[in-house]
C-alpha cells in the first residue's frame, strides 16, 4: 500500500512539473517572423501578476484552440489565452497555447 500511495505521489510530482509555469491573458501583438508575441497579464487584477510578457515559441510548441489542435497561425491580437510555459535564461518559451473560443 505504501509503495501504490509514493508511486500515486511520484507520479502526481512529474505530472505538476511538465508544465512548471502558466500565465492567462489577452494577445497583444504577434511577431509572425519570429514565432512570438506579447502577452498582457493584467487581466483585471492590476496589483497582481500585471504586465506585460513576451512569449517565445519553438516548433515543439502545442497549440488549441479550446481542446481542438491548431498552429501558430491562430494565435490573433485580441486573443484571450493560457500559457503553459517553461523559462530559458530570461525568455518565457510556451510549451502549450491554449485559445479560449
Known amino acids: 500500500m ?3 500511495v509514493l508511486a500515486s505521489i511520484l507520479t502526481c510530482a512529474v505530472a505538476a512539473s511538465a508544465f512548471a509555469d502558466q500565465k492567462d491573458g489577452e494577445v497583444l501583438v504577434v511577431d509572425r517572423a519570429g514565432h512570438a508575441f506579447a502577452l498582457g497579464t493584467n487581466m483585471g487584477f492590476p496589483t497582481y501578476g500585471a504586465g ?4 517565445m515559441t519553438t516548433p515543439q510548441t502545442q497549440y488549441l484552440i479550446g481542446a481542438t489542435p491548431t498552429s501558430f497561425q491562430a494565435v490573433a491580437a485580441g486573443a484571450n489565452v493560457q500559457i503553459d510555459y517553461h523559462t530559458d535564461g530570461a525568455n518565457s518559451v510556451a510549451d502549450r497555447v491554449i485559445i479560449r473560443p
Not at 506585460?52 to 512569449?55: M, N, S
Request: hydrophobic share 45%; aromatic share 0%.
Open 2 to 4: 505504501r509503495t501504490l
Open 52 to 55: 506585460k510578457a513576451t512569449i
